[in-house]
Structures are given as structure tokens and as C-alpha cells.
């Protein structure tokens, strides 16, 4: 074995470690979460491990053990289009907006169709010819054109579904970046700054199928270039992990007083009459800005109205999202205490944090962005 087979199989492993050891964490920390949107979020995640995890161990035995192709190949297309639709529902759960459906289960077709035709397909299929299909771009020596031009679609296939839904993902995100400051005032675990991150990082998914297609397999595989894509797969599997372990993160959820109506919840006539006095004579008693995992719904509860028209009572009637809005209470104590004058950095941090700001990163963000209010 040279040394370039021993540097691939080294860079291939790399990933397929990587996905294993997240499977792990994700799972001692699975039990931990409660409500339905984590679960599926964890659930999401962990499959897109294991398919990681797969596709880069099928890698490493193309390298080196060509012969179990034959068993495992024709599964291989489906998991290919797998990770990029499991990838994109984790990105949805996330972002998702009370008011949308759930995941659409038509996301599987095409995946589905692709494992039905192509195991269906390779029952008929000698193993030689597998090997070979699995092997070479070049249809020519293949007794089984038509399959040989069928099992190598793959990777423009792969290449093609991951573009569509980075886009779809990336879409997503931006929404979800405009809704998100109208409802959390946690700017830390509210950032979708790494989820953007995680899907931009995914763009060698695009271009490792379309280097296959152009150079042929085992060529690319044991490419020097391989392993730049390597360690790119290996920073967007360890962000996913250590973010969503680490519940940095908010998903947008119902308001408690919308899902259990009852007679002390006004109808919409009465949630016209909330206006400024009511509104701040609840902040200045209760100062729900000090919590700094404060989200609107908590606000709802009090106030007995819904996220939507409190959203917009505060965005009309202050000229700010709900973010800048608590962010502003905040600032306005910083001031008094003179923070940036009297106080030693420990001590400012722990101000910082009893004023309802995650961090002072969070504070100066904050400051730096509401210098007018």
C-alpha cells in the first residue's frame, strides 16, 4: 500500500470518525431533551451523522475493498440524496414558524424512487459489472449501458439536489433571521450566524460529485485535494454538533395563551385597548428584560394577548422589533450604572449579565447597534 492510498484513507476516515463521535454526543445528551421540536431536531441531526458517516466509510472501502461494492453500492445514490433532505429538515425544524406545516414527507420521493429503481435494478445485475459501474465514469467496456449511465447520474445528482437546497436552506435562514428578532430577546442563542455557517460549509457536497464526475472515482479519491473538502465536512459536522448540544438556538413556538383558550383571554377587540400606559406600566413593575432568555410569548402570557399583535403593537407604537425594544431597557439601566467608568471587567460582566444581556459580547452588539436610543 503507497503512500498516497494510506494519506486517502487517512483523510476519508477523518470525516467518518467525526460523524461517529457526534452520533455519541448527540445521543448521551438526547435523553435530555424534552419537548417535541428538540427531539425531532436531535432525531434529524443523528440520521444526518449516520448518513455522514456512511457515505465516508463507503469511501474508504472503494479505496481499499473493492470487492463488498457490489453489496452496498446500489444503496449508496439513495444516501447520497438523503443527507442533503435530512440536512435541509433540520435546517426547517429550526426555522420553522408556528403557523407552517410540518416537514413534508414529499422531500423523500425522489430518494426513495432512486433506492427502489437502483437495488431493484442491480438484483439483475452481475457483480463484475457493478464493480465496474461503480469504478468508471466511462461507460465504455460495460455490458449494461443503460445501468452504468444510471448508477453514475449520482453525482450530478448529488450535486444538483445539494445546490437546490442550500438555496432552500439559505432562504430559510434569512426568513428566519427577520421573525426571530421580533420574538427573542437572547441575541446569543438567537443568532443563526453558525446555521448559515453550517450550510454554506456544505457547499463540497456540490463540487466533491462534479470532481468524481470529471476525474473519475478512485482518481478523486485519492487526490491531495481531497483533503480540503475533508476538513470543511469535519467543521460543519462538529458546528452542528456543539450548537445544537448546547441549545444555541431558539425555535420560534405557539403562545401558550393561543393554544388554551379560555374566558380570561381577550378576544381582538380587547387586545386593541393594550396601549403604551398599560404596556409600561407592566415593564417598569415586572421588568421582564432582566431575564435574558426573554421571548415575547412570555410577555403574551401577562398581557393575555398573542405574539402576532404584540409583535406589531411594539413595532408600530415604538418604531423597534421586539429585540431592540428590550435591548433599549437594557441599555437605559447600563447607563445608570455608568458601567464603562466605575466597574472593573469582572465586575461589568456580572452587571452586564444581571441587566439580562447572555454576555457582554451580547451587551456590546447591543450598544453598538441601538447608539441612538
Same mark, same amino acid.
Given at each position: 500500500m503507497d503512500n498516497t492510498v494510506i494519506l486517502s484513507l487517512l483523510t476519508l476516515s477523518l470525516p467518518a470518525? %467525526?460523524?461517529? +463521535?457526534?452520533?455519541?454526543?448527540?445521543?448521551?445528551? =438526547?435523553?435530555?431533551s424534552k419537548d417535541a421540536n428538540t427531539r425531532s431536531l436531535y432525531s434529524a441531526l443523528l440520521f444526518f451523522f449516520v448518513l455522514i458517516a456512511f457515505n465516508w466509510i463507503y469511501g474508504i472501502l472503494y479505496v481499499c475493498q473493492c470487492e463488498v461494492l457490489p453489496k452496498i453500492d446500489p444503496f449508496i445514490y439513495c444516501t447520497y440524496l !438523503?443527507?442533503?433532505?435530512? !440536512?435541509?429538515? *433540520?435546517?426547517? &425544524? @429550526?426555522?420553522? @414558524?408556528?403557523?407552517?406545516?410540518?416537514?413534508?414527507?414529499?422531500? =423523500?420521493?425522489?430518494? %426513495?424512487?432512486? !433506492?427502489?429503481? +437502483?437495488?431493484?435494478?442491480?438484483?439483475? &445485475?452481475?457483480?463484475?459489472?457493478?464493480?465496474?459501474?461503480?469504478?468508471h465514469v466511462d461507460?465504455?467496456?460495460?455490458?449494461?449501458?443503460? =445501468?452504468?449511465?444510471?448508477? /453514475?447520474?449520482? *453525482?450530478?445528482?448529488?450535486? &444538483? !439536489?445539494s445546490l437546490i437546497y442550500m438555496v432552500l436552506a439559505v432562504q430559510r435562514i434569512m426568513r428566519y433571521r427577520r421573525e426571530i428578532a421580533d420574538y427573542s430577546a437572547d441575541s446569543d442563542r438567537s443568532?443563526?450566524?453558525w446555521l448559515l455557517l453550517s450550510? @454554506?460549509?456544505?457547499?463540497p457536497m456540490v463540487i466533491i460529485p462534479l470532481g468524481i464526475s470529471l476525474f473519475g472515482p478512485l /482518481?478523486?479519491? %485519492?487526490?491531495?485535494?481531497?483533503? &480540503?473538502?475533508a476538513i470543511l465536512i469535519v467543521i460543519h459536522m462538529v458546528v452542528l454538533c456543539y450548537f445544537t448540544i448546547t441549545d444555541y438556538y431558539v425555535i420560534i413556538e405557539e403562545n401558550t395563551?393561543?393554544?388554551?383558550?379560555?374566558?380570561?383571554?381577550?378576544?381582538?377587540?380587547?387586545?386593541?385597548?393594550?396601549?403604551?400606559?398599560i404596556f409600561e406600566e407592566y415593564i417598569s413593575r415586572k421588568k421582564p428584560y432582566l431575564n435574558p432568555m426573554l421571548k415575547i410569548t412570555d410577555l403574551c402570557v401577562d398581557l393575555h394577548t398573542n405574539r402576532t399583535y404584540l409583535s406589531a403593537f411594539i413595532n408600530k407604537g415604538y418604531g423597534m422589533n421586539f429585540r431592540q425594544y428590550v435591548n433599549s431597557l437594557r441599555l437605559k439601566d447600563a447607563a445608570k450604572l455608568q458601567l464603562d467608568n466605575e466597574y472593573s471587567n469582572e465586575e461589568k460582566e456580572e452587571l452586564i449579565r444581571s441587566l439580562g444581556f447572555g454576555s457582554m459580547r451580547s451587551y456590546l452588539r447591543a450598544r453598538n447597534g441601538n447608539a441612538t436610543i
Amino acid at each position: 500500500m503507497d503512500n498516497t492510498v494510506i494519506l486517502s484513507l487517512l483523510t476519508l476516515s477523518l470525516p467518518a470518525i %467525526t460523524a461517529l +463521535t457526534c452520533i455519541v454526543l448527540l445521543m448521551s445528551f =438526547y435523553n435530555k431533551s424534552k419537548d417535541a421540536n428538540t427531539r425531532s431536531l436531535y432525531s434529524a441531526l443523528l440520521f444526518f451523522f449516520v448518513l455522514i458517516a456512511f457515505n465516508w466509510i463507503y469511501g474508504i472501502l472503494y479505496v481499499c475493498q473493492c470487492e463488498v461494492l457490489p453489496k452496498i453500492d446500489p444503496f449508496i445514490y439513495c444516501t447520497y440524496l !438523503l443527507v442533503q433532505v435530512t !440536512l435541509y429538515r *433540520y435546517t426547517y &425544524i @429550526l426555522t420553522s @414558524l408556528p403557523e407552517e406545516k410540518k416537514f413534508s414527507k414529499k422531500h =423523500y420521493i425522489i430518494p %426513495t424512487a432512486v !433506492l427502489l429503481i +437502483t437495488v431493484g435494478w442491480s438484483l439483475f &445485475i452481475p457483480d463484475a459489472e457493478k464493480i465496474y459501474s461503480a469504478t468508471h465514469v466511462d461507460p465504455t467496456g460495460s455490458h449494461f449501458p443503460f =445501468y452504468h449511465a444510471w448508477v /453514475n447520474t449520482r *453525482y450530478w445528482g448529488r450535486a &444538483i !439536489l445539494s445546490l437546490i437546497y442550500m438555496v432552500l436552506a439559505v432562504q430559510r435562514i434569512m426568513r428566519y433571521r427577520r421573525e426571530i428578532a421580533d420574538y427573542s430577546a437572547d441575541s446569543d442563542r438567537s443568532s443563526s450566524n453558525w446555521l448559515l455557517l453550517s450550510v @454554506l460549509l456544505m457547499l463540497p457536497m456540490v463540487i466533491i460529485p462534479l470532481g468524481i464526475s470529471l476525474f473519475g472515482p478512485l /482518481n478523486a479519491l %485519492t487526490s491531495v485535494g481531497w483533503i &480540503i473538502p475533508a476538513i470543511l465536512i469535519v467543521i460543519h459536522m462538529v458546528v452542528l454538533c456543539y450548537f445544537t448540544i448546547t441549545d444555541y438556538y431558539v425555535i420560534i413556538e405557539e403562545n401558550t395563551t393561543e393554544n388554551n383558550i379560555d374566558a380570561s383571554v381577550p378576544t381582538t377587540t380587547d387586545m386593541i385597548a393594550l396601549n403604551k400606559k398599560i404596556f409600561e406600566e407592566y415593564i417598569s413593575r415586572k421588568k421582564p428584560y432582566l431575564n435574558p432568555m426573554l421571548k415575547i410569548t412570555d410577555l403574551c402570557v401577562d398581557l393575555h394577548t398573542n405574539r402576532t399583535y404584540l409583535s406589531a403593537f411594539i413595532n408600530k407604537g415604538y418604531g423597534m422589533n421586539f429585540r431592540q425594544y428590550v435591548n433599549s431597557l437594557r441599555l437605559k439601566d447600563a447607563a445608570k450604572l455608568q458601567l464603562d467608568n466605575e466597574y472593573s471587567n469582572e465586575e461589568k460582566e456580572e452587571l452586564i449579565r444581571s441587566l439580562g444581556f447572555g454576555s457582554m459580547r451580547s451587551y456590546l452588539r447591543a450598544r453598538n447597534g441601538n447608539a441612538t436610543i
